[in-house]
DNA sequence: CGTCTCCTTGACACAGATCAATTAACGTGG
DNA sequence: CCACGTTAATTGATCTGTGTCAAGGAGACG
């Protein structure tokens, strides 16, 4: 783990990395180089569409992280930002406690995307990054990655792609919807991660709890239950716990639609009939 | 009580100006390059602290607008990306409906900030940008600024920080306040936008109506007012349409901290540290 | 087989939305 | 300069989507 960010847990209250200790094993530190090449996701990551003598200079620059119990912090606030990293395994989610207590979950980030974004200008990291299942990052040094950008104009615009695309996607959940609204269109997110992962899309094993959902959609932890429920008196899903299968995926884009930026100039990949009105 | 960008425009009924100027006339057009270099937004736009050499190649590049009168569009849903914008003076939104008719005010963007990150990714713009007030922007071609930035290092960090600023700013009001937070927030916002243009802080001029106020902040326009009118009643502020008085902004910043990302690792007072309290 | 933690469900409360009416500014044209 | 229409802003009365409080379930795990 030779990477900073996550200096080994000075307080020791990271007590779930201890009692998973087993599965905390580090992913073939030290020499072994990782090998964008051959990485399912590279199409979806930094890396894609690389020429192979820039790929390599990229793979050189790359480190992967030790893997990361759930509950183990990336880095937490008040951390120095030297690095930006990219989800290779898992699951994790950026939050902050703001001054009266109110936990606030920034975002989720799934496999292939980019975490650390927002502490390149404050040159510090104002939220905690915390796996909520065995997960494992890339180390994407900051200033070597910049410095690399400029040799290779292509990653350059990945980069620049990439964090549009986080800015891009920001934009949605930000808006004033209904908690059905906003909760639809989580299911549709992660569903299409799932696919883009390479899994079934309608078999949803959720990485986060209620709360967590909750937090980020900016509802109670017994709104997502009850709207959970709902839907799934409507036959839009089936709910166990975090093992969610999604009966009609059709239905929940709808609901979902209006948060969909693609729908807003008839770019709109899906077509479902407008039989049901929410509301 | 000058609009920020507006200090050549004294005497002034910013309006009725704008109207009568006619909303084609280009700004000083022409062979008239932009002159960064004694513009007084640098320190706070991307050519911030480049080299003599790199200024005057970044000047060659960049391109200003014609004037847009309130109401005009920069651009619209649909567009094709080509060119990301600086605002130089003045004010303007970002904004789409949705297919159920409810606009969405995603971003205010006051002088000296980008627009158009987010239509990096898909190459194509996703809202709507409009001037609120007589305003003026700066063209920043993308195809241009992304190959200057690989030949001058400065510039590309500068472009990186104003991308991941944007992302950060987000952060904030993307999460769980209420109205009153929020609302404080803004303002105090606004204030420090004023100030950083180089006007008094606690007179503030919006831009913006209380329905693009309500729809950036996810309330209805009557709680707007409502909520302005508890303000006042309870000292903090005098306002009068869109012209506001801070009386108590230290108060306002009181409501509004839970809002600070800066407010969470004790980087401004409060916060007595009590060490590593998670959870 | 208890103890936990997470999740669900019900009853009720409230922040903020909606509906409705009034007032204040502004621009237009006479 | 004054009526007039139009739009923005305010204020009041009511409604409702979600939050809050409280009380179970149901797995997970030692």
Redesign the pocket.
Known sequence: MPWPGKKDNPAGNDAKSA?SAGAATPIKAGPARPRCGTCILRPHCLPAGLAPEALRKFENIVQHSANLAPGEHLFRVGDKFHSLYAVRTGCLKTCAVDPNGREHVINFHFVGELIGIDAIFPEQHFSDAIALVESSVCHLPYRAISQLAREIPELQLQILRGLSRHVFSMTSISGDF???ERLAAFLVMVGARHRLAGGASTELQLAM???DIANYL?????????I??RFQKSGLLR?N??QITLLNPEGLYAIAECMNPYSRCGINRHRPESGTTHR
Request: glycine share 0%; aromatic share 0%; proline share 0%.
């Open positions: 009692q209904t908690a059905e709890s209620r709360q900016r509802l109670a932890t017994e709104t997502v239950s009850r959970l429920a709910a716990r975090r």
